[in-house]
């Protein structure tokens, strides 16, 4: 997903959860300023969409459901490669049923043009019914803005060979494609989504080489007895 579809998504999540709010997952590396030794915690503010929490990709975002829900800081001794002596504000993760968004949308050269891949966990209680609907509710909204299957093919990277046939059963069943992303891809034909360093990636239908299914290896000759 690009920054756009996380702000069409935010924007969909801020009218179906109006109650919820969001705040940038803060730790050691991201915000030192903020948490090391401060004489005041740092502010969790409530934003009311995902993207107003001065994020960049790779950030992690969580999404609150208890609208009271409020942070109880304290100090945390020997986190993040301090020594024993040094601390550091620390709080609590919010109530479930909360969610974790991962962003991705950052851009990377090489191999090939790629984005970063984003994450979304949703953390309930188990047998919770109420949990597992409001789940259900959140991940049917993101599909309105990604597919995991329509018009895209898995690819090798560089080639762009297509290594899997579009319709294939379980294909790109744990793979996302924000639809701003699949058009982003689209404009050039070595551009692709969800990359891995294994050599693979996701293209839109268009400008793909043709499926060619491996050689089917060649039948020994049977050797007949004189």
Request: hydrophobic fraction near 35%; charged fraction near 25%; charge should be positive.
């Amino acid at each position: 997903m690009l920054e756009r579809d996380w702000w069409d998504f935010g924007f969909a999540l801020q009218d179906a959860f109006p109650q919820a709010w969001y705040y940038r997952e803060l730790d050691g590396w991201n915000r030192p300023e903020d948490i090391w030794q401060m004489p005041i915690p740092p502010d969790l503010s409530h934003h009311a969409h995902l993207l107003d929490t001065s994020v960049r990709p790779g950030d992690s975002i969580k999404m609150v459901f208890d609208a009271n829900w409020k942070p109880q800081y304290k100090k945390k001794y020997g986190r993040y490669g301090m020594s024993e002596d040094q601390w550091c504000w620390d709080w609590p993760d919010p109530p479930q049923p909360s969610a974790r968004l991962k962003l991705g949308g950052n851009i990377y050269d090489t191999p090939v043009p790629h984005p970063s891949v984003g994450d979304i966990t949703f953390h309930g209680q188990n047998k919770n019914k109420e949990h597992m609907a409001l789940a259900g509710r959140l991940f049917r909204i993101l599909s309105k803005f990604t597919t995991n299957k329509k018009n895209l093919v898995r690819v090798r990277v560089p080639s762009m060979e297509v290594t899997v046939p579009l319709g294939s059963k379980g294909n790109f069943a744990p793979d996302w494609c924000g639809h701003h992303a699949i058009e982003w891809a689209r404009q050039e034909p070595n551009r692709v989504l969800c990359y891995v360093r294994a050599g693979f990636g996701i293209r839109p239908t268009a400008d793909v080489k043709p499926f060619a299914p491996p050689p089917k290896p060649k039948a020994k000759a049977s050797r007949k007895k004189p």
